[in-house]
């Protein structure tokens, strides 16, 4: 797959990456439906920063698309953060993660708000989405689990999960909380997420393997095609 120069690279190799010219307009990518959000800022070079703080959780997140997976997770949620890292390795995207939050009560608000400022990043980052391939699928094994995530950069959230795990919790994460970050991002990103599992016996394998092929499949759904004129789009708009 190639990512921005359109040389023929591995997925693996650190790829250089072609830059997109910022858009117009960035800067209201959160939408004017979420007073919490304090601030969504474009940095350029496909880049945004989100800025969260309600009376639950105080996040600050900075997400780059054409990163080549730096990553620095500080969430409060051990195992979140984890799989934050294994996304943003895998989709050799650039992620920082500043969060604290309600987690002596549990920890939904610190993940459904992280799930909620990762996704107005990547809406923001994208900018007006000229170029990009739209469409992005990978399986990714993890011993005896298999997950599989497909995913269309369409402006039309929606989360569609099949996924069938053996066990309530994973150290003292409640894995509920694995679809509410999903949703949460899919909404925010404005992205059509396709998430299964097709089969696994290890709750963390299974969840690790999602984690991992979510950021495959972004990492092609936001990848720069140089025969891509325009948005990859018949309306012309995404």
Same mark, same amino acid.
């Given at each position: 797959?190639?990512?921005?120069?359109?040389?023929?690279?591995?997925?693996?190799?650190?790829?250089?990456?072609?830059?997109?010219?910022?858009?117009?307009?960035?800067?209201?990518?959160?939408?004017?439906?979420?007073?919490?959000?304090?601030?969504?800022?474009?940095?350029?070079?496909?880049?945004?920063?989100?800025?969260?703080?309600?009376?639950?959780?105080?996040?600050?997140?900075?997400?780059?698309?054409?990163?080549?997976?730096?990553?620095?997770?500080?969430?409060?949620?051990?195992?979140?953060?984890?799989?934050?890292?294994?996304?943003?390795?895998?989709?050799?995207?650039?992620?920082?993660?500043?969060?604290?939050?309600?987690?002596?009560?549990?920890?939904?608000?610190?993940?459904?708000?992280?799930?909620?400022?990762?996704?107005?990043?990547?809406?923001? /980052?994208?900018?007006?989405?000229?170029? @990009?391939?739209? !469409? *992005?699928?990978?399986?990714?094994? =993890?011993? &005896? #689990?298999?997950?599989?995530?497909?995913?269309?950069?369409?402006?039309?959230?929606?989360?569609?999960?099949?996924?069938?795990?053996?066990?309530?919790?994973?150290?003292?994460?409640?894995?509920?909380?694995?679809?509410?970050?999903?949703?949460?991002?899919?909404?925010? /990103?404005?992205?059509?997420?396709?998430? @299964?599992?097709? !089969? *696994?016996?290890?709750?963390?394998? =299974?969840? &690790? #393997?999602?984690?991992?092929?979510?950021?495959?499949?972004?990492?092609?759904?936001?990848?720069?095609?140089?025969?891509?004129?325009?948005?990859?789009?018949?309306?012309?708009?995404?």
């Amino acid at each position: 797959m190639t990512r921005g120069n359109g040389a023929g690279q591995t997925p693996g190799s650190g790829q250089e990456r072609r830059k997109a010219a910022a858009s117009a307009g960035i800067g209201g990518a959160a939408g004017p439906a979420d007073p919490a959000a304090v601030g969504v800022k474009f940095l350029g070079e496909r880049r945004a920063e989100i800025v969260r703080k309600t009376n639950e959780t105080d996040v600050r997140l900075t997400f780059g698309l054409d990163g080549s997976g730096d990553v620095s997770i500080d969430t409060g949620v051990p195992f979140l953060g984890h799989m934050l890292e294994l996304f943003a390795r895998h989709g050799h995207f650039d992620l920082r993660v500043k969060a604290r939050g309600d987690v002596e009560v549990d920890d939904h608000h610190t993940s459904e708000d992280i799930g909620i400022c990762l996704g107005q990043a990547i809406r923001a /980052a994208l900018g007006d989405k000229s170029g @990009i391939r739209r !469409y *992005g699928n990978a399986f990714v094994p =993890m011993d &005896e #689990a298999l997950a599989q995530v497909v995913i269309d950069v369409s402006n039309r959230p929606h989360l569609e999960m099949r996924a069938e795990f053996p066990a309530a919790k994973v150290g003292s994460f409640d894995v509920e909380l694995v679809r509410e970050f999903l949703w949460k991002l899919a909404l925010e /990103a404005r992205i059509t997420l396709h998430v @299964i599992v097709h !089969y *696994g016996s290890n709750t963390h394998h =299974m969840i &690790e #393997a999602v984690f991992k092929a979510l950021g495959r499949a972004l990492d092609e759904a936001t990848s720069l095609d140089p025969r891509v004129k325009g948005v990859p789009s018949t309306k012309g708009v995404l």
